[in-house]
């Protein structure tokens, strides 16, 4: 088995987009072992921040790792990272859910919050993967914006959802989602 | 295909997160298929996600079951950002509805035009408008967001102009009148999540009948 770019262990996401490269060409299982390992466990613990059961969150991982594998012949590095690549494959999974009338329950109650965003800065939500970077990103930003992309990403809300909860009109609501993910990703091209 | 409206960016950071129902879902993978410039900011979008769910490199405490991978096993479906462009959306829709749209029940909506909706729920109406050339729609406005993709011909909605692919994006501060070109029939898809708000008395008096 070819796997001896692995051995350089680049870290993180790089790594995980060499592990990527090496299923897609070579179809190699010890790679895929390994990037499980890597992606599993946080794609879980992300889908049960959602509100999703540990049982229900292990399946969609899975399945969605199974998609990884494959589709791996289309990953294409010059497009995206292999998180990016591995998150759409995740949403996808989800989307198809939802299709099959199985909505994902969100478990709105857990997360219950006042209208700021420190559940997701002091650790509310126990998924560890939205602390680090982000939390230094989200704090910069005006905190109605923060709270709208929070509500989006951790929370999986739509703009109706997000506008009967914080009580504000559906237009004001997009804008908020707009403006604060353009001004996350110039910060994030500033990093 | 030359796509000149779009959604708001929000709509991609919805979707992005899977916090959409499923006719909005379908409107905007239908309009993902023709533009280049959405999927750049749903890609965009899907960094973010990235961020979110693999953003720190702390060791994952928990490990579970990996099953294990059919070698030989491959599937052609590629993400949203990685498909070449289309440039017919009638298969799209062909594909999902699983008829031509000429076979749908088709029931009449007012002068030149015609409603079949496509879904039940409530909170999820998906409804496929057919309009014959130069008809005026009825005035309305919405409890909610409605997106409207044009999949034949083309219409007028204050000074911007529909046409094949393009989004238009209205809510509840939008109170809109179409008017189909005079060249051909338009066929359209709605996404909407309330009732629509209708300024005529007849059309809200007829708007029970046709579940919209």
Known sequence: ?191 | MNISQHPDQSWFVSYAVGGLTPSFNLLLQAHLLVCPQCRCVLKKADDLGAQFMFGSDDTPIEKFTMPTPQVGARAEQSIEWGKEQVTDLTEFFDHYIGMHLDSLKWMKAGKGLRVCRLTDAEEDKMLMLRAEPGTVLPKHSHNGSELTLVLKGAYFCEDAIFKVGDIEDADDSTLHQPVVTAENECICIAAVDGPLKFSGLLQRMAQPLLGI
Not at chain 1, 18 to 46: G, H, N, V
Request: net charge positive; charged share 25%; hydrophobic share 35%.
């Open chain 1, 1 to 191: 088995m070819d796997n001896s770019e692995s051995d350089v262990r680049p870290a993180g996401a790089d790594r995980e987009t060499r592990l990527l490269l090496d299923i897609s060409k070579t179809q190699s299982q010890q790679a895929y072992a390994e990037l499980f390992e890597l992606m599993a466990p946080k794609i879980k613990s992300f889908l049960m921040g959602r509100g999703s059961s540990s049982d229900q969150s292990e399946n969609i991982t899975q399945d969605a790792m199974l998609s990884v594998w494959r589709k791996s012949a289309l990953f294409d590095p010059k497009k995206s990272s292999a998180r990016t690549w591995v998150y759409a494959i995740v949403r996808n999974r989800m989307i198809d859910l939802q299709r099959t009338a199985t909505r994902i329950n969100k478990g709105v109650e857990k997360y219950k919050h006042e209208g700021d965003i420190d559940f997701v800065t002091t650790g509310g939500v126990t998924d560890a993967s939205t602390r680090a970077q982000l939390q230094k990103l989200l704090q910069q930003l005006p905190e109605d914006q923060a709270q709208a992309l929070v509500m989006s990403y951790v929370e999986g809300k739509s703009h109706k959802e997000i506008a009967t909860e914080i009580g504000l009109p559906l237009g004001t609501v997009k804008s908020r989602i707009r403006t604060g993910f353009q001004h996350l990703q110039e910060l994030v091209t500033q990093q």
